[in-house]
């Protein structure tokens, strides 16, 4: 059975998470493979609302296996409150249903403080990141100085684990940023609960799924973030601390690129970003207004009002080569609906010339203006539609003209924020000749 990476294809928020629960029951694993609680990832079934931050959007399936990949950074903190906020919902989290890798990073309460302390020294240079200590945890991570999961087991090594850590990272905390230091021991007291709770769920997450990927099963990989907001490809340094595409995919959740069989980009039908950096086709007139207002566009984890903007074909271009996207899920599209005139960029306009490619300094790309092919609008709703053709003309042609630039088929479209919510003009988890 044909196994699935779903990315985002732009600066994350595009809806990966209701078509990843729209898509579990064709998958037996469901995998999150790299970021951690700074994702928010909405679903919404029979009108009941669930947001995610770390565990994977097939949860809510009964008869999918959910796991935590060692790519990710894990808050127990976060992770624990997110189990009983299920568990409140009737939902019981064991561990047939959830687990997490003992090779997945710690973010530990000092990653959160530092995080915190830094954005706040930066001023109006600040990133925007999500305070929740991605970065710090990603750092301490590559310098060979964090915890994994694992190391929670063993109470007894846990203090000489986190002395290093703490001397290097309270260094910076109290004399760098006038900020209290964290203490061993309040990490040894709160380790308790997290042993306890999170123990049972610690799995070898590589193996599991090979066993399954051996036995024929089907896995989808959920990213978080998007496409933009990758560490390599994204508009560094306005960016997270993970590699958020395709290929991060087989590293962060420990398989070989071999088994990928289909990449599907997930974008909205027009453009948010959430936090600081570049985004040029931002609109911050009615346009911009009315996407914002009808896609209620607010951060899922933080709350923070999205930036709104036009689809941006540059951006997506840059994103269908750095994941080798197969097909595109163009989700949004009812926001579009009473927009007298609707929006596309086609290239950017630098020092005279025509630029396709998404440049790598954001000096150019402040310089860069977007150029725009207009379309007409339509003022019928889409919202019970499913299939393509009973959509208005004007939403077919806009769906139309973006698959012929970039060469990629929108297979499935969204017309709501419910589960089932979903134009599917082709099934990603069949299997097809490339
Ligand atoms: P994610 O981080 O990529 O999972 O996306 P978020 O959950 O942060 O943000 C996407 C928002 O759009 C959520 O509020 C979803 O409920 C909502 N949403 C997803 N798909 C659609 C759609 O097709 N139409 C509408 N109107 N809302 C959608
Ligand atoms: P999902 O998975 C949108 C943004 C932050 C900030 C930058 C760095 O829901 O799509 P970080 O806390 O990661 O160090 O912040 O990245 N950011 C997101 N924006 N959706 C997300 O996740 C995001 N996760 C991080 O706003 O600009
Ligand atoms: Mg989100």
């Given at each position: 059975m044909p196994n699935v990476v779903c990315v985002g294809a732009q600066w994350g928020d595009e809806g990966k998470g209701k078509l990843v629960d729209h898509l579990s029951p064709q998958a037996d694993l469901v995998v999150r493979f790299q970021g951690g609680?700074?994702?928010?990832?909405?679903?919404?079934?029979?009108g009941e609302t669930t947001i995610l931050h770390l565990i994977p959007s097939g949860i809510l399936h009964e008869g999918t296996l959910n796991l935590i990949g060692p790519g990710v950074v894990v808050d127990p903190d976060v992770l624990i409150r997110e189990i009983n906020g299920l568990k409140e919902k009737g939902l019981q989290v064991t561990r047939d249903r959830l687990r997490v890798s003992e090779r997945a990073s710690v973010i530990l309460p000092i990653h959160k403080a530092l995080d915190l302390a830094r954005e706040k020294s930066r001023g109006a240079d600040a990133i925007g990141t999500t305070g929740r200590g991605i970065g710090p945890a990603y750092e301490d991570r590559v310098s060979r100085a964090g915890l994994r999961m694992l190391d929670l087991l063993d109470a007894d090594a846990l203090p000489e684990r986190l002395g290093p850590l703490l001397k290097e990272r309270n260094f910076l905390l109290k004399e760098l940023y006038s900020c209290p230091p964290v203490e061993v021991?309040?990490?040894?007291?709160?380790?308790?609960?997290?042993?306890?709770?999170?123990?049972?769920?610690?799995?070898?997450?590589?193996?599991?799924?090979?066993?399954?990927?051996?036995?024929?099963?089907s896995v989808l990989f959920e990213g978080a973030q998007g496409t933009l907001l990758d560490v390599d490809h994204g508009t560094y340094p306005f960016v997270t601390s993970s590699t958020t595409v395709a290929g991060g995919a087989c590293a962060g959740a420990g398989i070989g690129p071999t088994r990928i069989d289909h990449v599907l980009g997930i974008s909205k039908a027009y453009a948010t970003r959430v936090g600081g950096g570049p985004f040029p086709t931002e609109d911050e007139g009615p346009a911009g207004q009315h996407l914002g207002n009808v896609g209620a566009e607010f951060g899922a984890t933080t709350g923070r009002k999205r930036r709104c903007g036009w689809l941006d074909l540059v951006v997506l271009r840059h994103s269908v080569r750095v994941n080798g996207l197969t097909s595109l899920a163009l989700l949004k599209l009812d926001v579009l609906t009473g927009l007298p005139e609707v929006k596309i960029c086609t290239e950017y306009r630098h020092d005279g010339a025509a630029l396709h490619e998404f440049p790598a300094s954001l000096t150019k790309l402040e310089a860069c203006e977007p150029v725009y092919q207009s379309f007409p609008g339509w003022s019928e709703s889409v919202a019970?539609?499913?299939?393509?053709?009973?959509?208005?003309?004007?939403?077919?042609?806009?769906?139309?003209?973006?698959?012929e630039r970039l060469e990629v088929p929108a297979e499935l479209i969204g017309v709501g924020p419910e589960r089932d919510a979903v134009i599917e003009r082709a099934n990603p988890f069949k299997v097809r000749s490339r």
């Open positions: 609680s700074n994702a928010g990832h909405t679903l919404v079934v029979d021991e309040e990490i040894v007291g709160q380790a308790v609960e997290w042993r306890e709770q999170l123990a049972p769920l610690l799995d070898d997450v590589g193996v599991t799924i090979d066993r399954a990927l051996r036995d024929n099963r019970k539609v499913r299939k393509f053709e009973d959509l208005p003309d004007a939403a077919q042609n806009y769906v139309r003209f973006i698959e």
